[in-house]
């Protein structure tokens, strides 16, 4: 596609429940990262992933969060039992030439997760 | 630990003077900077970068960034601000922790008021 598409774009679901969140980069780029955005804060790093490998997992905040990339391209963002402070845009980004220092990410429009 | 400050939550330029937003950042190694804008309900867009050169880099919509290594700065700009330039910002650095130099941190941010 012409450039990272997120689904859904808005998600309200109840507490407890399990939700994913998907992401489809561009097409070639080999480097997807995950970012949670909360209302007048920056993008929060979650997780970097190399083709199919998670190269860096550091900003999952807890094993509730997780995330697969298992053919290199589309990725899926897990949340089990959510909870009100999981509420947040979750943005998702890729880039070429994963691994090169210096490529710029390019985002999508993010993923309005409201957890109620 | 690597950081991005923005000490700046708002800025306020009227239309046709000279804007700067600030970042001041740290890192272990050598440091690849990036500046985002964010405009409401859309995703981060790549303005510029700097990775190794000259100190003054030109990116989108007439932006500039100026890379200072002494003051760890690098300072966005634009000699002329229009209306249409208000939004979020966002400065941001690549890791350079060993093991982790592919994970962008932003700053929080900084919203620019260009007032008619």
């Known amino acids: 596609g012409a450039g990272v598409s997120q689904t859904p774009s808005n998600k309200v679901t109840e507490k407890g429940k399990y939700v994913e969140l998907r992401c489809d980069p561009i097409?070639?780029?080999?480097?997807l990262y995950w970012y949670r955005q909360s209302l007048g804060q920056g993008p929060e790093f979650l997780i970097y992933?190399?083709?199919?490998?998670?190269?860096?997992d550091s900003g999952l905040p807890n094993d509730r969060f997780f995330a697969v990339r298992p053919e290199g391209s589309v990725s899926t963002l897990k949340i089990q039992r959510t909870e009100r402070g999981d509420s947040a845009v979750y943005l998702c980004?890729?880039?070429?030439?994963?691994?090169?220092?210096?490529?710029?990410?390019?985002f999508g429009q993010g993923t309005r997760l409201t957890v109620v | 630990a690597q950081s991005v400050a923005q000490p700046e939550d708002q800025v306020n330029v009227a239309e046709g003077n000279p804007l700067t937003v600030k970042c001041t950042y740290s890192?272990?190694?050598?440091?690849?900077l990036f500046w985002y804008v964010q405009y409401p309900n859309r995703g981060l867009q790549f303005l510029l970068k700097?990775?190794?050169?000259?100190?003054l880099v030109k990116g989108s919509y007439g932006f500039e960034a100026e890379f200072n290594k002494s003051q760890t700065s690098f300072h966005l700009k634009k000699p002329s601000a229009l209306v249409s330039d208000s939004a979020l910002y966002f400065c941001?650095?690549?890791?350079?922790?060993?093991?982790?130099?592919?994970?962008?941190?932003f700053g929080k941010g900084t919203r620019l008021h260009i007032l008619p």
């Open positions: 992933f190399q083709g199919t490998g998670a190269a860096d």
């Open positions: 980004a890729s880039s070429s030439r994963g691994g090169s220092r210096n490529t710029e990410a390019f």
């Open positions: 890192v272990s190694g050598n440091p690849y």
């Open positions: 941001a650095v690549r890791d350079q922790e060993r093991g982790r130099d592919d994970k962008i941190i």
């Open positions: 097409s070639g780029h080999t480097a």
């Open positions: 700097y990775i190794t050169g000259d100190n």
